[in-house]
T-cell receptor
């Protein structure tokens, strides 16, 4: 049973379209994240939610809008897709106790590869 | 401003030998350091961590060393196995925010 699952795994779309990536975790964690891995393989944090509340919002274009309907789900919606949005997007989760006073170990999903043509 | 750097993009070692992966950081406020391993088409998975108040942590074949004065940490894998072939990310955390290095691809040859 997958701990952090993302859908879709692959997404190919045209510039200008709007798309969403969904993420669900069944670990009982209360903090969820979106990371972007670009062509240079850097993993950069985009957003983090704790119990449905946004706690980290890095410098990300406002075309990207995260939505957390409950603490087990964090979806990423991207408007007006651009070529530079092509990347692998990873969802992750952790326990808020470890985030506040520990090593904050993240559990990652398998990634969603987005290709914008 | 890259706060966590892994200067070796790749490393190749023979099975049974020691693999040493290095990482340098700039932010002295980092409180924990972690290593993640990533196989192709999978997400990173946690391997081992160390608190900034320690200088060594060992877990089986994996040992992480921290040199705070040099702002340097390293991961030792001994003995290396072909299944260890993966991308290894060094991660530093501060107040729960994780900063990733750009990864080192380790290849262990049989």
């Amino acid at each position: 049973d997958t701990a952090v699952s993302q859908t879709p795994k692959y997404l190919v779309t045209q510039m200008g379209n709007d798309k969403s990536i969904k993420c669900e975790q069944n670990l009982g964690h209360d903090t969820m994240y979106w990371y972007k891995q670009d062509s240079k393989k850097f993993l950069k944090i985009m957003f983090s939610y704790n119990n449905k509340e946004l706690i980290i919002n890095e410098t990300v274009p406002n075309r990207f809008s995260p939505k957390s309907p409950d603490k087990a789900h964090l979806n990423l919606h991207i408007n007006s897709l651009e070529l530079g949005d092509s990347a692998v997007y990873f969802c992750a989760s952790s326990r808020s106790e470890s985030r506040r006073s520990g090593a904050n170990v993240l559990t990652f999903g398998a990634g969603s590869r987005l290709t914008v043509l | 401003d890259q706060q966590v750097k892994q200067n070796s993009p790749s490393l190749s070692v023979q099975e049974g030998r020691i693999s040493i992966l290095n990482c340098d950081y700039t932010n002295s406020m980092f409180d924990y350091f972690l290593w993640y391993k990533k196989y192709p088409a999978e997400g990173p998975t946690f391997l081992i961590s160390i608190s900034s108040i320690k200088d060594k942590n060992e877990d089986g074949r994996f040992t992480v060393f921290l040199n705070k004065s040099a702002k340097h940490l390293s991961l030792h894998i001994v003995p290396s196995q072909p299944g260890d072939s993966a991308v290894y990310f060094c991660v530093s955390t501060n107040a729960g925010k994780s900063t990733f290095g750009d990864g080192t691809t380790l290849t262990v040859k049989p």
